[in-house]
């Protein structure tokens, strides 16, 4: 299927590993030039000669923490001096760790809002005004199934990811005349590094090896299986192409049926 994409430009953040590298890789493939971001300098290097060696396309990577508001802005001057104009643009980010209420402190609550919502906010806003401007643009962010069922230990993230899907429905309402369409994908279990970091940690908490955790995580998934990162990449590309033009302000479930509401 043409997507209509091919030769447009889009921005990957967090995107050295797991769901932001496959997202990155997909749209390489599909013709895109693309630039990718990550706090780590040698896995960020290592990402850039992959992706080169698999796609042949053109993409770029620099060093930069989404939390940090000059690296952001640094990131995306960059970009716009090699690209010109971004037209499509990833939302990613790590999670805030695990645990109860009890657990985490103002800063924690801070470092959380700052990651996951903050971040979203200020890429958001250095891109948006050109795709207004030129009537066309795609805004897509990486969330988790926990803003449709909220995790008992995941109480970080099934807040701050909730603003993000609050922000994201208002502003698709406020751009969807200019071209700009906002949408998020809840993602669901997926074997990333993260998943990893979970489970060893609910094992070590509840005293449970981490075969037991693993199975306990995907018993509730239809599939029996969790997904990896390409199955979600793939989701993205459809929404960041041509062929969604006409789907704004929705969260979609990309979870092997996880979710059993029949308004998810």
């Known amino acids: ?9 889009a921005v990957v953040l967090a995107s050295t590993r797991g769901i932001g590298k496959a997202c990155a890789k997909a749209l390489l493939e599909e013709g895109v030039n693309v630039a990718i971001c990550g706090r780590n ?7 850039l000669h992959e992706l080169r060696n698999i796609t042949g396309a053109h993409v770029l990577g620099f060093r930069c923490d989404v939390q940090d508001k000059e690296q952001l802005k640094g990131f995306f001057r960059k970009v716009y001096d090699e690209f010109g104009k971004v037209d499509i643009l990833i939302n990613n980010a790590g999670g805030p760790p695990s645990g109860y209420f009890l657990d985490f402190n103002d800063q924690d609550w801070v470092d959380a809002f700052m990651l ?3 971040g979203a906010i200020r890429a958001t806003r250095l891109v948006l005004p050109g795709m207004m401007e030129q ?16 995790i008992k230990d995941l109480i970080l993230s099934n807040s701050i990811r909730l603003a993000v899907i609050g922000f994201a429905k208002t502003l698709s309402q406020q751009v969807a005349e200019h071209g700009v369409t906002v949408n998020n994908i809840a993602t669901g279990l997926t074997k990333t590094e993260r998943i990893e970091n979970l489970i060893t940690a609910k094992s070590e908490r509840e005293k449970k090896s981490k075969e037991e955790v693993y199975q306990d995580m995907i018993k509730n998934v239809p599939m029996k299986r969790m997904a990896t990162p390409d199955e979600i990449a793939h989701a993205v590309l459809f929404l960041a192409s041509e062929k969604a033009s006409y789907i704004t302000g929705v969260t979609l479930p990309v979870d092997g049926g996880y979710i059993k509401s029949s308004l998810a």
Do not use: D, H, Q
């Open 135 to 150: 009537k066309w643009g795609r805004i897509i962010n990486l969330t988790s199934i926990s803003v449709k069922e909220p």
């Open 41 to 47: 300098s040698e896995v960020l290097e290592y990402t």
């Open 116 to 118: 996951n919502f903050m």
């Open 1 to 9: 299927m043409e997507l209509g994409i091919r030769g447009k430009n």
